[in-house]
């Protein structure tokens, strides 16, 4: 079949496999099932039920707790009655203390906190009208790009794992206690896998579209 | 369920895929109306950038290893400490758990990040004894695992802030934790270049190994493998599995 054989509407109709290029037939899934490519098994579609306002809910724990997160002390250590608690602004900041490594905490502090943060209000952003049956806020598409842009980069919930072994590693040396930050941050790890399996990217694209 | 027949590509329909949205646009369309994405059949030029991110990054990985860490000053003794003497000294003083966790986040994740990169792009130009299924799976993995390099990175950081106890004790970043951090961030720029449809390319398309393809009527099948068969055409519907 030629590609001119193909109409506007014959083409909405297909989907590509973005990792395989393989080409379906969209046949809408039922709410809960998944429809996944049969080369590459790369899921396709996968509608929820109520997915939208659950990642809300999930993107508002997520700027809630990364805000917290960065008040409170995630360790604390105590050496002979010398006591010193670090909070995250404390551990971003670290770096500064020579010129060259400015640049890493400035890193450091945008992938645990800046960039988590944008994510989540990001996808706020962009879900809220289409989760009220309204028409896609300006500049949604923009905005849902870069919030997918940025997805590898939000690493909040690997600083979790950082402040466990950090823990370990000065244990002998010190009295380390976890702070309240530290349990934000494992809270935040399920955050992140609950908001990867509740979002169905063509469902988004394809209100987007409208 | 399955349905027979082999899977036809965006590319052998005379159409165009958008990698983001998953939109398909008739051949020569230059950017997805839907999300804006710039469309190209096969990004060409994927594998040069994927080598160019590789080299740097393996250029920052080199010194990463070879200057300090940390640099730890108890009282008035004053060690520097390299990833690798870090875990081992880890591994002296009992924690074995905690030295594996950074050979692994530290050295094993990178050198087979690295490893696995360059078999990839290799296996496009000359084949690969793996199936595409398989390389995809490491691309995957690849793509998943990179970001818990930062481990380390993050473990400097917690360590310099919270260990500043005066003349008793204090910890500093060393110049290795900068150039680890470019090279965890070069590594999955890497990866974000490669263009996974090559994997699928380089070889002819085969039946999915799913259950249920031995009952597929073997009418269509031989019908749809032989390249000028005036089979069936039309792109397959998309197969519906519900969730394990
Ligand atoms: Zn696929
Ligand atoms: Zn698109």
Not at chain 1, 193 to 208: A, H
Request: net charge positive.
């Amino acid at each position: 079949m030629a590609p001119s054989d193909l109409t506007e509407q014959d083409l909405q109709d297909l989907i590509a496999c973005p990792t395989c290029d393989a080409v379906y037939h969209i046949v809408p899934p039922e709410k809960g099932q998944r429809a996944v490519c049969a080369r590459c098994h790369t899921v396709l579609i996968a509608p929820r039920k109520r997915a939208g306002e659950q990642l809300i809910a999930i993107a508002l724990s997520i700027v809630i707790l990364v805000v917290a997160a960065t008040l409170f002390p995630f360790l604390s250590i105590n050496v002979g009655g010398l006591g010193h608690a670090a909070s995250v602004l404390d551990a971003a900041l670290a770096f500064s203390s020579s010129p060259l490594l400015v640049v890493l905490s400035l890193a450091v502090t945008a992938v645990i906190i800046f960039v988590p943060v944008l994510r989540a209000l990001l996808l706020i952003y962009v879900l809220t009208p289409i989760v009220r049956d309204r028409p896609p806020a300006d500049h949604a598409i923009r905005a849902f790009r870069l919030s997918e842009a940025l997805r590898p980069w939000s690493m909040a919930e690997i600083f979790a794992i950082g402040c466990a072994v950090a823990l370990v590693k000065i244990a002998d040396l010190a009295q380390v206690h976890l702070g309240p930050a530290f349990w934000m941050f494992s809270a935040l790890m399920v955050l992140v896998v609950l908001q990867d399996s509740f979002m169905c990217r063509y469902t988004v694209w394809k209100s987007l579209e409208k | 369920m399955e349905i027979a027949g082999k899977v036809r590509t965006a590319r052998e329909m005379g159409l165009v895929a958008c990698a983001r949205c998953t939109r398909v646009w008739p051949r020569g369309t230059a950017r997805c109306t839907r999300c804006g994405h710039k469309l190209q059949s096969r990004d060409r030029l994927a594998l040069q950038k994927v080598w160019a991110w590789w080299v740097v990054g393996l250029m920052c990985y080199i010194p990463a290893n070879m200057y300090p860490m940390l640099r730890t000053r108890m009282l008035a003794t004053t060690s520097e400490d390299t990833i690798i003497a870090g875990a081992v000294e880890l591994a002296h003083h009992g924690s074995y758990g905690i030295a594996l966790v950074i050979l692994v986040a530290s050295v094993l994740i990178p050198v087979g990040k690295f490893l696995i990169i360059a078999g990839l792009a290799f296996s496009v130009r000359h084949g690969s004894a793996l199936s595409p299924e398989r390389r995809h799976q490491l691309y995957e993995l690849v793509e998943y695992i990179g970001r818990w390099s930062m481990i380390d990175v993050f473990v400097v950081a917690i360590l310099s802030s919270l260990v500043q106890l005066g003349t008793l004790a204090a910890i500093q970043p060393g110049i290795a934790s900068l150039f680890f951090a470019l090279s965890v961030i070069f590594t999955m720029l890497s990866a974000q270049s490669f263009d996974s449809r090559l994997i699928f390319d380089a070889d002819p398309p085969v039946e999915p190994p799913l259950p249920g393809l031995s009952a597929l009527p073997p009418v269509a099948h031989e019908a749809d493998t032989s390249p000028e068969s005036p089979g069936p055409r039309r792109p397959r519907d998309l197969t519906e599995r519900p969730t394990p």
